[in-house]
């Protein structure tokens, strides 16, 4: 501060703005204060960082769904198609059998009784 004097001394008038400035500064903040504020920032930090993160996993899940929905819809579809052919083959081979048995066979009640 002596500095500051000596040569404020010979600019007075020019220095006084400097000076009442340097000293209406605030002081800085004792460390553990700054530590606090610190630990509070980089708290507050990684609550964002955390809710960004769980946002654009959200927005991700959501991207892929609408996709998955229609591969599962195009996959049932298949499916259906497959089954529908299959239960042709087994009703058309039930019939054949039905057809071939005399268990099946449709008798005439008129004739059997004269």
């Known amino acids: 501060m002596r500095d500051l004097s ?5 600019h007075h008038s020019s220095c006084r703005p400097f000076i ?8 800085s903040l004792s460390p553990k ?12 930090n990684q609550v964002e960082l955390k809710e960004k993160t769980g946002l654009i996993n ?5 991207q892929y769904t609408p996709e998955d929905l229609s ?8 499916e259906n198609l497959k089954l ?3 239960n042709q083959v ?6 054949n059998l039905m057809s ?15």
Request: net charge negative.
């Open 6 to 10: 000596r040569v404020c001394d010979l």
């Open 20 to 27: 009442e400035n340097f000293y209406s500064r605030p002081k």
């Open 33 to 44: 204060m700054m530590n606090a504020d610190m630990d509070a920032a980089d708290a507050e």
């Open 58 to 62: 959200q927005v991700l899940e959501l």
């Open 71 to 78: 591969a599962r819809v195009d996959a049932v579809k298949e």
């Open 84 to 86: 529908k052919s299959e």
């Open 90 to 95: 087994l009703g058309q081979y039930i019939e």
């Open 100 to 114: 071939a048995s005399s268990v099946f066979q449709t008798t005439d009640t008129k004739s059997q009784r004269t």
